[in-house]
């Protein structure tokens, strides 16, 4: 029986690759020198680090909804508006190659990838499909000024709650500005510890959990997506306190190889925690709910 479903699975993917394969094709031959110029640039640093993980996730949710999308657009034809989508993205590509804007080449890769879509198989298909989409877009930078005009109240309010939280236990730490001064040392507070990329990866980090956990319970989807920023906002705190305490007691060769070894796998870990304590927080709740909503109504004597 599994021989026979192998078998048909593979038959199944014969004529999708037929039908595919000059559109990967040309996929390949635009943005093979993108991504290759992201590796061993903007992604080879600690701040756009998380480009190259939400491009494979995107492309593994793409393929995970994939025989749900050619059920939802079976016998469907493809749409008129992929046409001037496809066409803006094939612009957007020139520009931003001819031009050196990273956001315009790379933005373009959804743009396309969108417009392809609804030309071949409609916008049946672009509703299975719109969260890969909509998660590729975690992986384009922003620009520089909006990033460095949201970035510098994040900083001063990680700096802020850290140097509070450390006070509060005892230890001799004062903070001027996104400047912590613990002991001896004094710590900047970085882009990469407490920036708007940061935030922005633990976001889609919440959103993909989200996704491929599904949930049937809105209290519990909604619930969850809302606490996703503080959840974020915690994860940084963690990862700055952290980094402090082991400048503090290890001094500040230790906390340097720290934060170019082990922060953002404490960052990560904190975030992963959170999000399953959270969740685990509103099933009791939505259980507890449910519970209360199944016992029968005790009538007045």
């Known amino acids: 029986m599994t021989a026979v479903i192998s078998e048909r699975e593979s038959m199944a993917w014969k004529p999708a690759l037929m039908t595919w394969w000059p559109v990967m094709a040309g996929l390949l031959l635009l943005y093979v020198p993108t991504f290759y110029d992201l590796a061993v640039g903007i992604w ?3 701040a756009y680090a998380h480009g190259p993980i939400i491009l494979c996730l995107s492309l593994w949710l793409i393929t995970q909804q994939w025989q749900p999308m050619l059920e939802a657009s079976h016998g469907k034809r493809g749409s ?3 046409w001037p989508i496809a066409i803006a993205g094939m612009l957007l590509y ?5 031009q050196g804007i990273i956001m ?3 933005g373009s890769f959804i743009v396309l990838l969108v417009g392809i879509l609804l030309i071949t198989r409609g916008s049946s298909a672009l509703k299975v499909q719109w969260f890969p989409f909509f998660f590729m877009l975690f992986m384009v930078p922003l620009p520089g000024p909006l990033v460095s005009a949201l970035t510098l109240p994040m900083k001063m309010a990680v700096s ?3 140097d509070q939280l450390l006070y509060l236990v005892g230890y001799p730490i004062a903070r001027t500005g996104v400047v ?3 002991g001896q040392y004094q710590l900047l507070v970085a882009d990469a510890c407490a920036g708007l990329q940061t935030l922005l990866t633990l976001e889609a980090l919440g959103l993909f959990y989200l996704n491929v956990v599904r949930h049937t319970s809105l209290i519990r989807n909604v619930g ?3 606490l996703i920023i503080p959840i974020s906002f915690t994860a940084n705190v963690i990862r700055v306190i952290t980094l402090t305490l082991i400048t503090y007691y290890f001094g500040d060769e230790a906390g340097q190889g720290f934060l170019h070894g082990f922060a953002g796998m404490v960052l990560f870990i904190s975030a992963l925690l959170l999000i399953f304590g959270v969740d685990s927080m509103l099933q ?3 259980k507890l709910r449910e519970t209360r909503k199944s016992l029968p109504s005790r009538s007045a004597p």
Do not use: C
Request: hydrophobic content about 55%; proline content about 0%.
């Open 224 to 226: 969850l997506a809302m």
């Open 160 to 162: 802020y709650v850290t």
């Open 44 to 46: 080879s640093t600690e």
């Open 80 to 82: 008129w508006v992929g």
């Open 180 to 182: 912590l001064q613990i």
């Open 284 to 286: 009791f709740f939505v």
């Open 104 to 106: 315009g080449e790379l």
């Open 94 to 98: 020139a520009l931003g190659r001819s």
